[in-house]
C-alpha cells in the first residue's frame, strides 16, 4: 500500500513541492528514506518511530520505505518529520489518504509526540496556495503561516491533535495571523546635534535607496546617525513585507509569527564570518545581506572587514540578488538593501584634525581607506565628512527637523518613485532606475546637462559613477517637488559624490 503526503523543500526563498511516498511492504522489518535526505530528514525515523509509540502506535514488522520525490532534489532540516509521519499512518489507515494528501505539512516531531516550531513556514505556505492544499504546521508557527492570503492554516500542538484533526474527531479552527508589530520607537534625529550635511545625505539616501558612506573622527555622531535612519524609512509595502519576512522565516527570526511593517536594520560586526554576511554555511541560510532585504546594511568601521566580505559585496549591490554556493546546489536569495558604511579616516581616527593626527599622517589616511578598493567606492553614491562637533553645537536646543519631518518628507519622494516605476519590472526606487528608464527619468535640463558633462571631464567620472550621480540628481529633483532635474541637483549630488575622491 503507498500513501502520499506533502511536504516543502527550501531553495532559497522558495518552497518546493515534496512528495512523501510512503509504501509497507513484505519483507525484512526496516524503516528506510530514500530522496536524498540530509543527516537531520534520516534521524526523522527514530524520531517518528519514538512519537508514533509514545502514542501506542506500533509500526509493522514489515519493510517501511518513504521516498522523497523529486529524488534528485536535495532535502535539509528537519521539518520532514510531520509529514513522514503522516504517510506512514496513512499507509497504515490510521487516517483517510485524501485527507493527508490535501495538505502540504512540516514540522518536527519530538520523541513524545510533540510539535516543535521549524524554520520557513512562510513561504512553505506560499506554496501551498500555488498547489491549492491546506497547510499543516506546528502550532507556534501557525500565526506566520497565516500571513499569506488565501492559504487555510491547521497548526496543531502535537501529533496526536494532527490525527485527531484529520479523522474529524478534533478539528482544528484555522490558524490567524500573527499581529503587526509596529516599529520599535527609533530614536529621533534631532538629538543629533549639527552634522547638517550627514542628515541632509541621509534624507536623500533614504529617498532614493542610495548607498552612503559617512566618515569622520572618533566621536562625531556617525554610529548615531546611521541609527536613526530606520526612523526615517517609509514602511514596507504589504509585497515588501512579506518578501523580507519570507527570508526572516527561513532564518527562524519572526517574532511570535509577528510581521514587521518596519524596514530591516542589520548591523553585522566586522568580525562576522563571510557566511554570515553573504549567506551559506550549513543549510545555505541567507545572510546578512539578505535579512537587510528591502532596509539598511549598516556596516560599522567599514575597513576593518576583511577584504574578501568587502569584496563579495560588490556584485550583490549590482543585482540585488547573492548566490550562495553549496556542494550539491546553488541558492538564491534577494538582497537589495541600501547599504550604509561608517569609518574613521584613519587608524588613529584624527587625520582630519591636524593639532591631534599622528606623526604618520597623511600617509596612514591612505593606507587605511585604501583598505576600500576603488570598485567598491564607487558603489557609494553620497559620501559625506563628518567633522567633529562643535562644543557650542553641543549646547544648542534638540533640532526643529525631527525624524517624523524627514521620514514624512521622504515618503512623498518614495511615493512619487513607485508612481513612476510602476510597471517597469526590477525598478522601485531611482535607485533601481537602469538603461533607457534612468535616461528617460533622469537627464537634467540643459545647464544641468552642461554641468554634468564638465564635471565628468574635470573629475573622470566613471560611466558607473555618472550614472550614480544621474539617479541622485533625480532623488533631490524628488525631494524638491521639481519635475525636470536642474542644475542645482545635479550640482548637489555632484558634491556629495567627489568627496573622499582622490581626483579632486
Ligand atoms: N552630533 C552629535 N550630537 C550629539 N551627541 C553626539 C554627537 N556626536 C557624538 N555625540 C555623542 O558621542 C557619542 C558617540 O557618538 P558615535 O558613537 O556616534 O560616534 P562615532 O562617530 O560613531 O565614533 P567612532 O568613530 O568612534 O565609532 C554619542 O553617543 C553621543 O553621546
Ligand atoms: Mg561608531
Redesign the pocket.
Known amino acids: 500500500m503507498v500513501a502520499m503526503a506533502y511536504t516543502v523543500a527550501f531553495d532559497g526563498i522558495d518552497a518546493r513541492l515534496v512528495q512523501v511516498q510512503c509504501a509497507i511492504s513484505p519483507g525484512m522489518p526496516g524503516f528506510t528514506i530514500v530522496g536524498l535526505p540530509d543527516k537531520a530528514v534520516s534521524e526523522a525515523r527514530e524520531r517518528v518511530r519514538a512519537a508514533l509509540s509514545s502514542m501506542a502506535i506500533a509500526l509493522p514488522s514489515q519493510r517501511i520505505s518513504i521516498n522523497l520525490s523529486p529524488a534528485d532534489l536535495p532535502k535539509e532540516g528537519s521539518h520532514f518529520d510531520l509529514p513522514i509521519a503522516l504517510a506512514v499512518l496513512a499507509a497504515l489507515d490510521v487516517v483517510p489518504h485524501e485527507e493527508v494528501s490535501d495538505i502540504v505539512a512540516l514540522g518536527e516531531l519530538s520523541l513524545d509526540g510533540t510539535l516543535v516550531p521549524v524554520v520557513g513556514a512562510l513561504p512553505a505556505a506560499v506554496a501551498a496556495v500555488d498547489c491549492d492544499r491546506a497547510l499543516m504546521c506546528p502550532a507556534a508557527c501557525g500565526a506566520e503561516a497565516a500571513w499569506v492570503d488565501a492559504v487555510r492554516v491547521i497548526a496543531p500542538a502535537s501529533l496526536a491533535q494532527a490525527i485527531a484533526h484529520l479523522n474529524g474527531r478534533g478539528v482544528l479552527d484555522p490558524a490567524v495571523a500573527g499581529e503587526v508589530t509596529q516599529g520599535s520607537g527609533a530614536r529621533c534625529l534631532s538629538?543629533?546635534?549639527?552634522?547638517e550635511r550627514a542628515k541632509r545625505a541621509l534624507e536623500i539616501a533614504a529617498a532614493g535607496r542610495h548607498h552612503l558612506m559617512l566618515v569622520?573622527?572618533?566621536?562625531?555622531?556617525?554610529?548615531?546617525?546611521a541609527a536613526r535612519i530606520p526612523g526615517i524609512l517609509p514602511p514596507l509595502t504589504p509585497v515588501e513585507a512579506l518578501e523580507t519576512s519570507m527570508i526572516h522565516s527561513l532564518a527562524g527570526l519572526l517574532d511570535a509569527g509577528g510581521i514587521s511593517r518596519q524596514r530591516p536594520f542589520r548591523e553585522p560586526h566586522h568580525t562576522a564570518s563571510m557566511a554570515a554576511i553573504v549567506g551559506g554555511g550549513r543549510g545555505a541560510k541567507p545572510g546578512e545581506i539578505s535579512l537587510a532585504h528591502n532596509g539598511v546594511l549598516f556596516m560599522?568601521?567599514f575597513p576593518e572587514f576583511p577584504r574578501a566580505v568587502l569584496e563579495t559585496l560588490r556584485q550583490p549591490i549590482e543585482t540585488g540578488e547573492v548566490v550562495v554556493a553549496r556542494a550539491n546546489a546553488h541558492v538564491r536569495y534577494p538582497c537589495r538593501f541600501m547599504l550604509v558604511a561608517?569609518a574613521?579616516p584613519c587608524r588613529c581616527?584624527y587625520l582630519a584634525e591636524p593639532a591631534r593626527a599622528c606623526g604618520r599622517a597623511p600617509a596612514c589616511g591612505d593606507d587605511y581607506m585604501g583598505r576600500i578598493s576603488g570598485p567598491l567606492m564607487d558603489r557609494f553614491d553620497l559620501r559625506v565628512e563628518?567633522p567633529p562637533?562643535a562644543f557650542t553645537?553641543?549646547d544648542l536646543p534638540v533640532g526643529e527637523d525631527t525624524s517624523a519631518r524627514i521620514a514624512a518628507r521622504v515618503a512623498v519622494a518614495r511615493a512619487v518613485q513607485v508612481a513612476r516605476y510602476a510597471g517597469q519590472a526590477g525598478m522601485w526606487a531611482n535607485a533601481d532606475a537602469q538603461g533607457a528608464v534612468l535616461d528617460a527619468v533622469a537627464t537634467p535640463d540643459a545647464e544641468g546637462r552642461a554641468l554634468l558633462l564638465r564635471v565628468a571631464d574635470r573629475f573622470g567620472l566613471s560611466a558607473r559613477g555618472y550614472h550614480r550621480v544621474l539617479r541622485v540628481a533625480r532623488t533631490i529633483a524628488d525631494l524638491d517637488g521639481s519635475d525636470p532635474v536642474q542644475r542645482q541637483h545635479v550640482a548637489e549630488a555632484v558634491s556629495f559624490r567627489l568627496t573622499l575622491t582622490k581626483e579632486v
Open positions: 538629538e543629533v546635534k549639527g552634522q569622520g573622527s572618533p566621536g562625531s555622531g556617525k554610529s548615531m546617525l560599522d568601521e561608517a574613521n581616527g563628518v562637533v553645537d553641543l
